[in-house]
């Protein structure tokens, strides 16, 4: 009446939402292809293409790579967000970011170096590369709107005309 494969164990994955609660701690790099709500501790890595939620109890010390996410416990480490990366008001975040788009909420608290990328999407970025951030850093640096290159060039100026 049912027909059984002996011998081969089938494994579904799919796209739900996976869940890390309160009192839970892994050590270790986590990836999946759904989305994750941490409200417990990673030490390690997370990827995933889909939403991370960390919770206000959430706390992740490692690099978190996804499409977007919405944060309200602390993050000490690397982020790469393709997409939005919301930082509710409870959120602490230390390290390195990377994101589509920002969103911060009154009272949290960003300590990190940003790069923002319209949509990363099609473009391939690896997070914690220097040379993606010193790049950005001297296209800043020969911005015309630079105000430090406007402060030097004003100094360089009244110099002159006082020799004069």
Do not use: W
């Not at 494969?5 to 990836?31: L, P």
């Not at 992740?60 to 996804?66: A, K, P, Y």
């Amino acid at each position: 009446m049912f027909s059984e494969k002996k011998g081969k164990n089938i494994i579904e994955t799919g796209n739900k939402q996976n869940r890390i609660s309160n009192g839970t701690k892994i050590i270790g790099d986590i990836s999946s292809k759904g989305g994750f709500r941490i409200d417990g501790e990673i030490e390690g890595n997370v990827n995933t293409p889909s939403k991370v939620v960390i919770g206000k109890l959430g706390y992740l010390n490692g690099s978190l790579t996804c499409e977007n996410a919405d944060i309200e416990g602390k993050i000490e480490g690397t982020l790469h967000v393709s997409g939005i990366l919301t930082l509710r008001s409870s959120a602490h975040i230390e390290g390195e970011v990377i994101a589509g788009k920002l969103a911060v909420e009154p009272g949290a608290t960003f300590n990190a170096t940003c790069v923002m990328k319209g949509s990363l999407k099609n473009k391939e970025v690896k997070i914690g590369t220097p040379s993606l951030l010193e790049s950005e850093k001297k296209k800043l640096q020969n911005h015309p709107f630079d105000r430090s290159q406007r402060a030097q060039s004003r100094n360089v100026g009244t110099k002159e005309e006082q020799q004069n």
